[in-house]
């Protein structure tokens, strides 16, 4: 009888239960690129797909498999594939699984990057429409038969507006569309998007899993239910080799890992596996304190706007409470236009003036003038994103010194 243990005790205990060598803790590190076989049947049988085993670290290394097992653990799926970045994962997603002819449904919110390689895909030929993907009937109204993927955040990044995680789930299983989810703002501790009928969950590990801003990293996981037997693109030489609940993700390592070589270093692994350890501590007290922040910032006469699920005004606050552990520590805060947000950012002296988020720190941008500022006045209206708006990554600091740090700036 296997023993359900926590989310924390888990994630600390899962490299050390998977036996390493020397009886060390944590997964060792990793660096040979290439790897030594006495039998060369077995180096074919692992090109062949035939049996696991290392061949070139472009497309697998222990290091980042026992980070993979982990993730894979944390967001109760099949199995998962790491990669350099997050936008390195999307992009290989994309690129394993569609081709020229089909379309793509995606929310208008999605972070700009990623609406930004969207883009891309589009000016290369791919169809791809953008909705308010709060309301599953947005995304039922552009569901062809050509629709091969809708592809949603659980909490937009910057303006925080939650999708209609359940009913979008619900959407794709009925037409048996690729569900992907981009885990990143809640992360897996808060949310599980396979409890939403997702097909594949990406994850930023540069974030809040990873933690502490020391390592790029993303990850893709596939939840096991989506039936990739009856998906038209996976390639007929796969379909010989593997299982086929393992098809999708066989695809993307060979085709978007390998061929594109998004990979992840086992250096970065090891620090992300590390981080990871202290998701659950570190999102409990972010989440505390950002929840004590948005309720200051609602109340104060020079903020126009807070952007952030857990406060009631919150468009979709109540979908969050059901969907989501905790709110999050992403926020964002609309300034009375007569404050400079420049000038106001200087006066912060705890609060770093950086990019990224799900740090240990709290940081502070201001958005369109910096990751919103390429696409422009109309599309940043478009997506909810006022030009005063400044976005809010909250950290884990003490929080009256935190407050104290916006009070002296606001005063």
Not at 161 to 179: N, P, S
Not at 208 to 214: A, L, P, R
Not at 244 to 265: C, H, M, N, V
Request: proline share 3%; with cysteine; aromatic share 8%.
């Amino acid at each position: 009888m296997t023993t359900k243990r926590g989310f924390t005790t888990t994630i600390l205990h899962a490299d050390r239960l998977g036996k390493p060598e020397h009886g060390s803790l944590h997964k060792p590190i990793h660096t040979s690129v290439t790897y030594g076989h006495e039998d060369v049947q077995d180096l074919v049988d692992i090109f062949q797909n035939k049996k696991k085993g290392y061949a070139y670290s472009r497309q697998g290394n222990p290091t980042v498999t026992a980070l993979e097992h982990k993730v894979t653990n944390m967001e109760k799926g099949l199995s998962s594939i790491a990669f350099s970045t997050g936008m390195a994962a999307i992009s290989a997603t994309v690129m394993a699984l569609i081709k020229h002819g089909d379309h793509i449904v995606a929310s208008s919110f999605l972070f700009g990057n990623s609406r930004s390689i969207f883009q891309t895909y589009i000016d290369l030929g791919l169809d791809i429409t953008f909705v308010d993907a709060t309301d599953v009937e947005n995304v039922r109204n552009e569901v062809r038969a050509n629709t091969k993927m809708v592809f949603v955040e659980t909490i937009a990044n910057p303006a925080t507006q939650v999708a209609d995680l359940q009913g979008i789930g619900e959407l794709c299983t009925q037409k048996g569309i690729i569900y992907v989810v981009d885990n990143t703002m809640t992360s897996p501790y808060l949310f599980n998007p396979i409890d939403v009928k997702a097909s594949l969950v990406i994850n930023s590990l540069t974030k809040y899993i990873g933690g502490h801003g020391d390592a790029l990293g993303g990850c893709v996981t596939d939840t096991g239910l989506f039936n990739w037997s009856n998906y038209p693109n996976i390639f007929e030489t796969f379909k010989k080799q593997v299982k086929p609940e393992t098809l999708g993700l066989t695809q993307i390592r060979k085709k978007g890992l390998r061929d594109a070589g998004g990979t992840l270093s086992p250096e970065a692994a090891h620090t992300i596996a590390v981080g990871a350890e202290t998701l659950a501590l570190r999102l409990e007290r972010a989440c505390n304190n950002a929840l004590a922040l948005a309720q200051y910032f609602e109340s104060h006469p020079m903020i126009k706007n807070v952007f952030y699920p857990g406060i009631k005004s919150h468009k979709q606050h109540e979908r969050a409470g059901k969907l989501f552990k905790k709110f999050g520590g992403l926020m964002s805060i609309e300034l009375d236009e007569s404050i400079d947000c420049l000038a106001f950012l200087n006066k912060l002296k705890l609060v770093v003036k950086s990019s990224n988020l799900g740090d240990t720190r709290t940081l502070a941008i201001p958005v369109a003038q910096t990751i919103f500022f390429e696409l422009g006045a109309d599309k940043r209206a478009e997506m909810g994103i006022p030009e005063t708006m400044i976005r809010l990554s909250v950290g884990i600091e003490d929080l009256e010194d935190l407050m104290a740090d916006f009070k002296e700036a606001l005063g």
